[in-house]
């Protein structure tokens, strides 16, 4: 099972809590997080513009995307062997996918794929199609991690039928199961339901994994993404804690040892 950390940048320009900070700054911070990640034994991280709430459903900043690609770029070059991800908050997909196509990353988050959602930031459409064109008339080879049923949102199809959805004719090569919100439990039954029906996709868990509770998914996903419990105090936006990341990770390895 694979782990992979997130790197929640601080408020970059043209976001609301931005304080004028340069473009050296960002990736000062990135890299830095990124190491901690690496030396706890993590197999990659995503990069995402947590801190930039509230979003738009789609970034347009010229400025914001500029900084994004410059981190993603350096980040690549600093860590080639290593798995990258990028998420551009709220659903800002073909943005992402423009900046990782460009850099070879590894793949994007997308949070509304093949389903509407209704979100804080609004109605939020699906952008399957666009993203699949994108990627076959470049021949990109980063790959697509859909949120299904994603957080911090009301969804109009159920679990099972938008899965289902995805899974067999969204071109997705994993999907991503996450509880109500940023650091809720993840249900194992959910994880457990898109086993079942996305046979030969990637299936990752995305929300609340922490040392405690992460056994539950060993054996179950291919793959958790952590964030909150790997951070100074718990709390989301603070930087990484590199004691807890390892800590995770050594409880990981026993636990597969143990299975």
């Given at each position: 099972?694979?782990?992979?950390?997130?790197?929640?940048?601080?408020?970059?320009?043209?976001?609301?809590?931005?304080?004028?900070?340069?473009?050296?700054?960002?990736?000062?911070?990135?890299?830095?997080?990124?190491?901690k990640?690496?030396?706890?034994?993590?197999?990659?991280?995503?990069?995402?513009?947590?801190?930039d709430?509230?979003?738009p459903?789609?970034?347009?900043?010229?400025?914001?995307?500029?900084?994004?690609?410059?981190?993603?770029?350096?980040?690549?070059?600093?860590?080639?062997?290593?798995?990258?991800?990028?998420?551009?908050l709220?659903?800002?997909?073909?943005?992402?996918?423009?900046?990782?196509?460009?850099h070879?990353?590894?793949f994007?988050?997308?949070n509304?794929?093949?389903?509407?959602?209704?979100?804080?930031?609004?109605?939020?459409?699906?952008?399957?199609?666009?993203?699949?064109?994108?990627?076959?008339?470049?021949?990109?080879?980063?790959?697509?991690?859909?949120?299904?049923?994603?957080?911090?949102?009301?969804?109009l199809?159920p679990?099972?039928?938008?899965?289902?959805n995805?899974?067999t004719?969204?071109?997705?090569?994993?999907?991503?199961?996450?509880?109500?919100?940023?650091?809720?439990?993840?249900?194992?039954?959910?994880?457990?339901?898109?086993?079942?029906?996305?046979?030969?996709?990637?299936?990752?868990?995305?929300s609340?994994?922490?040392?405690?509770?992460?056994?539950?998914?060993?054996?179950?996903?291919?793959?958790?993404?952590?964030?909150?419990?790997?951070?100074?105090?718990?709390?989301?936006?603070n930087?990484?804690?590199?004691?807890?990341?390892?800590?995770?990770?050594?409880r990981?390895k026993?636990?597969?040892?143990?299975?």
């Open positions: 099972m694979l782990l992979i950390g997130m790197i929640h940048l601080p408020p970059l320009p043209d976001s609301p809590r931005y304080n004028g900070e340069p473009l050296k700054y960002y990736i000062e911070y990135a890299v830095s997080e990124a190491k990640l690496i030396n706890a034994g993590f197999n990659g991280f995503i990069v995402e513009n947590y801190n709430y509230p979003f459903i789609s970034e347009k900043s010229p400025r914001k995307l500029a900084y994004i690609d410059k981190i993603v770029g350096v980040l690549k070059e600093e860590f080639p062997d290593v798995l990258i991800g990028l998420n551009i709220r659903n800002s997909c073909i943005e992402a996918l423009n900046i990782a196509c460009t070879n990353i590894d994007i988050r997308v509304a794929y093949l389903e509407p959602v209704i979100a804080p930031e609004g109605f939020i459409e699906p952008v399957a199609h666009v993203v699949s064109m994108i990627r076959n008339k470049y021949n990109c080879k980063t790959r697509i991690f859909a949120d299904v049923n994603v957080k911090h949102a009301k969804h199809l679990l099972e039928m938008a899965l289902y995805t899974c004719r969204g071109l997705v090569d994993g999907v991503i199961i996450s509880g109500e919100a940023t650091g809720r439990f993840t249900p194992p039954m959910h994880v457990y339901l898109a086993k079942k029906i996305c046979r030969d996709k990637l299936v990752i868990v995305g609340g994994v922490n040392e405690d509770n992460i056994g539950l998914y060993i054996g179950l996903a291919d793959a958790v993404i952590i964030g909150t419990s790997i951070k100074i105090n718990n709390i989301t936006s930087p990484i804690d590199e004691e807890k990341a390892r800590r995770i990770v050594i990981t026993k636990l597969l040892k143990i299975i």
